[in-house]
């Protein structure tokens, strides 16, 4: 289907979004932050995954796409309650005042 | 439908075993005897399942699972990392406090996701298993859940792990693109006949997913979360996820590259990068655990340097290579379980009485204790006869085989500078004393029972276990 | 009829300024969403943050529909946009976030921050690069959309593959699920028995 764009506009686009992801991951210091970045990373892997789907004609990329986003849900689940139990103990949610291991 | 119940069988018990476990749990109040009955049940059934399916061969629910050789062996394996772990773990918990019946319960579900690992066929299974393991695993280290270590350390594993997760999908992302498949028979066809059509994004693919799962089995320039996970997480989490889980996580690797190997033009730049991402390991793992005062962050570095030794037989390629690894891994599970129990046996408080101080005249307090650690000590070096020798030996022997001469000097000199710490923990303990009066350590209870196994795999193991006979993956 | 007309000739036939009228909904579709990216990992404030984020899925699920994948654009505001994000946003609430405070290791901070850039600088680079050489002459699945693809996104057609081919994957995830319930559980909870 002649659609005018072609597949590598799509790529480019989910390159750049888990880009943005990896830089949100490596520069914020709130965990829920990081956390939200790691989502955006996992997004633009699941763009890649439905551009990819498209344009082959395979189902196999969307149907992936279903299972990326129930493991994303769990992740935030475990993720969010990791951040409470660390509230709870320290008060803080900031990277770097998790420094008794040294970050 | 009948036949692929009965060639899983394994997994489908262990799926089942993990599910009923959430039930035993909510009949049995207040008591854990029930749950960790249950918890040594299912998993004795699963290992027999899995030598009873040993013999199946092929692939399971439309070509989703592997069944029988490769991944029953790891079947085994991961039965045997979490009975060992299960009954050390349960008197240390019930010391620190801490004796939830979730810790099983997760010690279920981590297993069941490990053995999707081995058994993937489809790199979908693979991420699931993946994702299994590791929400157990972030769950458990966390599970001191009013320790500031303890959490902290979940936290730090929770994030870095999330992320590597995101290399591992986008990874997947563009080895299905160039592709066109994530079965992982489909990819070897394509890949053997050299048919990619998008090949740098093949390239970049394999990349990031080697990423993803170097930070799984804590490699170099992805290890940076292993020194504190493992030091803050409770010690007898420690011993199950770094021997089970870095086994499970190889158990990936091994059929993935594998598979991806024989593509012609990309094959001796993957063979290159793991080589390098090996080499390096190996060094740095060694050398970063010689200025360790902390003897739970010493064997975290130590296992930095083991999963270099491992990468090694992954890179080499071959059958020999393979069965290498299985071998190692198994005598890595008891060494370093050995090794950690000890060391929560030691330990009085969590994250107290770690140090290599601490280790003093160690030999006096606990005769047994001490011993033990040294046993695993030398195995860990890679002193003849015991396993960890024979492990090193081989790797090493296939690697020369395959003509990988520098990465075994490499590797060999690693070695060399692992004597200086394991050494330097055992002269601690047998020939120095501490000024101040110490108690000997609290009785270990049925953790004793895993020391025993331990010291009996490391000494005997060796003997028995001929590494030619391991089960290989082909496809 | 002559309106139909007019708009067939002007957005399908010719375009736009030479452009598809499907090519302006991706680029405008892209801009926002990586407009709203920057936006997430910009803000200072979480709850800004998360409210970026939101948007930025929803222009996703644009991207989505695009590519006629219709149930996952409708997954993915249903499942990242609403509940997901819901529950991000309900612990930001509950913790009382508000602004970011300054860092005082700042120095710390902008080493991480210098190598974060080059770090994603240098992969975007690397990722562009080889999307863009991958594109092979006379391959035709990089130029357009396979022929099925309206009736590759659909409900009926995923619903077929995930109950019968993917049933094994299915059935996995629960596993999955189960694991991160009984874990939040524990970590989250205030106070456990036994």
């Known amino acids: 289907m002649e659609t005018g764009i072609t597949l590598d506009s799509y790529l480019i686009v989910s390159a750049v979004l888990f880009t943005l992801g990896v830089v949100g991951v490596i520069t914020r210091r709130n965990a829920i932050v990081i956390l939200m970045s790691i989502e955006m990373m996992l997004n633009a892997a699941n763009l890649s995954l439905v551009a990819l789907s498209a344009y082959m004609g395979d189902i196999t990329g969307q149907i992936f796409v279903f299972f990326v986003m129930t493991v994303a849900a769990a992740e935030v689940a475990v993720g969010l309650a990791i951040v409470l139990a660390l509230f709870r103990n320290k008060q803080t949610i900031y990277v770097d005042d998790v420094n008794i291991l040294k970050w | ?475 | 009829m002559l309106l139909d007309r007019i708009r067939f000739i002007v957005i399908v036939e010719t375009g736009l300024l030479g452009l598809t009228y499907h090519a302006w909904l991706f680029y405008l579709l892209a801009a926002l969403a990586i407009g709203a990216g920057v936006g997430t990992i910009t803000r200072k404030n979480p709850v800004t943050s998360a409210f970026f984020l939101i948007l930025h899925f929803i222009f996703l699920a644009g991207l989505y529909a695009s590519l006629h994948a219709h149930l996952l654009a409708v997954m993915q505001v249903l499942v990242y946009a609403g509940a997901i994000m819901v529950l991000v946003l309900f612990v930001i609430m509950l913790l009382n976030l508000g602004k970011e405070p300054e860092s005082q290791q700042s120095e710390q901070v902008v080493i991480r921050k210098i190598a974060g850039y080059s770090f994603s600088a240098v992969m975007l680079v690397m990722v562009g690069l080889a999307a863009l050489l991958s594109m092979d002459k006379g391959n035709t699945m990089m130029t357009t959309m396979a022929d099925n693809v309206d009736t590759l996104g659909t409900a009926e057609s995923i619903g077929a593959e995930m109950f019968t081919t993917y049933l094994f994957p299915f059935e996995a995830v629960s596993l999955l699920l189960l694991a991160a319930v009984a874990g939040s559980i524990l970590l989250a909870k205030k106070r456990l028995m036994n």
Not at chain 2, 226 to 254: C, N
Not at chain 2, 312 to 333: E, K, N, P, R, S
């Open chain 2, 1 to 475: 439908m009948t036949g692929d119940l009965y060639s899983a069988l394994p997994i489908v018990l262990m799926s089942s075993a993990s599910i009923i476990g959430l039930l035993v749990d909510v009949f049995t109040p207040g008591r854990t005897k029930g749950m960790f009955g249950w918890t040594i049940f299912s998993l004795l059934m699963m290992m027999g399942a899995a030598v009873l399916t040993f013999g199946a061969e092929g692939t399971a629910f439309s070509n989703m699972l592997t069944v029988g050789g490769y991944a029953t062996y790891f079947d085994v394996l991961f039965g045997v990392g979490a009975l060992m772990s299960i009954v050390a773990a349960r008197p240390m918990l019930q010391r620190h406090g801490y004796e939830y019946k979730e810790y099983y319960s997760l010690t279920l579900f981590a297993v069941a996701g490990m053995m999707l690992m081995a058994h993937a066929n489809h790199l979908l299974i693979a991420f699931i298993g993946i994702e299994i393991m590791s929400i157990s695993f972030y769950v458990m280290s966390g599970f001191f859940r009013s320790n500031t270590f303890s959490v902290e350390s979940s936290l730090k594993y929770f994030l870095l792990g999330a992320f590597a997760t995101g290399f591992l999908v986008y990874g997947i992302a563009l080895i299905y693109g160039s592709v066109g498949s994530m079965s992982y028979t489909d990819m070897y066809t394509v890949a053997m006949e050299s048919e990619i059509t998008l090949k740098n994004l093949y390239w970049v693919g394999i990349g990031m997913l080697l990423v993803g799962l170097s930070f799984k089995v804590a490699a170099f320039p992805f290890h940076v979360w292993v020194p504190d996970v493992y030091t803050g997480a409770p010690t007898v989490v420690t011993a199950f996820m770094s021997t089970a889980g870095k086994a499970a996580a190889f158990s990936v690797l091994i059929p993935v590259v594998a598979v991806v190997l024989p593509e012609i033009e990309t094959m001796e730049r993957i063979q290159m990068l793991i080589a390098v991402i090996a080499a390096m390991s190996m060094l740095y793992g060694n050398i970063g655990a010689i200025s360790q005062t902390n003897v739970k962050r010493m064997l975290a570095y130590s296992s930095v340097a083991h999963a270099g030794y491992l990468l090694m037989g992954v890179a080499v390629g071959t059958d020999a290579g393979q069965q290498a690894v299985m071998y190692y891994l198994t005598a890595y599970m008891f060494m370093q379980v050995g090794a950690f129990v000890v060391a929560a046996i030691v330990e009085s408080k969590p994250g107290e009485d770690c140090t290599l101080e601490d280790y003093k005249g160690l030999s006096k307090r606990n005769p047994g204790l001490a011993a033990c650690m040294a046993v695993f000590m030398l195995s860990l070096t890679g002193i003849p006869f015991l396993v960890g020798f024979f492990g090193k030996y081989y790797i090493f022997k296939a690697a020369i085989e395959a003509d990988m001469i520098w990465l075994t000097i490499v590797g060999v000199v690693a070695s060399v500078i692992s004597v200086y710490f394991y050494l330097g923990l055992i002269v601690k303990m047998y020939f120095q004393d501490r000024e101040d009066e110490v108690p000997a350590a609290l009785p270990g209870g049925i953790a004793n029972l895993t020391l025993i196994v331990t010291v009996v795999g490391v000494l005997v193991l060796g003997f028995f276990l001929d590494y030619s006979v391991l089960p290989t993956i082909t496809f």
